[in-house]
């Protein structure tokens, strides 16, 4: 971004035909830009998340539910005590 911002360079990429209407929001444009300085610097990552703010597999699995309402019994089916031959799920 930085790069396209140095001496208009973002201007000088623009093609195809030009018609009234894209003159007009080109100088919108060109004019909220004109004034724009930014700041180089390294992209971050803030997981919200956990509380160290860390990406990992159990903390996006688990951010997955949030806002989900859990299964009502569902503790009792896992808990369930079943011979091994029906303890199984199929998913096809």
């Given at each position: 971004m930085v790069e396209a911002l140095l001496e208009n360079n973002w201007a000088r990429h623009l093609v195809g035909p030009v018609s009234m209407p894209m003159l007009f929001e080109f100088?919108?444009?060109?004019?909220?830009?004109?004034?724009?300085?930014?700041?180089p610097r390294a992209d971050t990552f803030d997981w919200r998340f956990t509380a160290d703010h860390q990406?990992?597999?159990?903390?996006a699995y688990g951010a997955m539910f949030l806002g989900s309402l859990p299964v009502l019994g569902a503790k009792q089916i896992w808990k369930t005590a079943a011979p091994p031959q029906v303890c199984f799920f199929s998913f096809g």
């Open positions: 100088n919108d444009l060109y004019d909220m830009l004109e004034d724009v300085q930014l700041e990406c990992s597999v159990a903390s």
